[in-house]
């Protein structure tokens, strides 16, 4: 293998690990929008309350595994 293949495999994994990363940026701003708008509903304080921090563990839960399932289908087609 000569230096320019080499150095287009190593392009094209980068380039490939910044679509991962933007990819996981997008999905991070999606569930945060989800579930804050759909947990947090008193005012913001130091902390969240017992309510409102169980919704979001399980919303969040809830969006990562739906996220998951959506592209398990997508790849078995």
Known sequence: MDASALNNQRFKAL??????KALTN???AKLTLVCWDKCVTGSI?????RSEASCLSNCAKRFAEVKLMTMQRFTER
Not at 15 to 20: G, L, R
């Open 15 to 20: 380039i490939e690990e910044e679509k991962t």
């Open 45 to 49: 304080g130091s902390s969240f309350s």
């Open 26 to 28: 997008e999905l991070v």
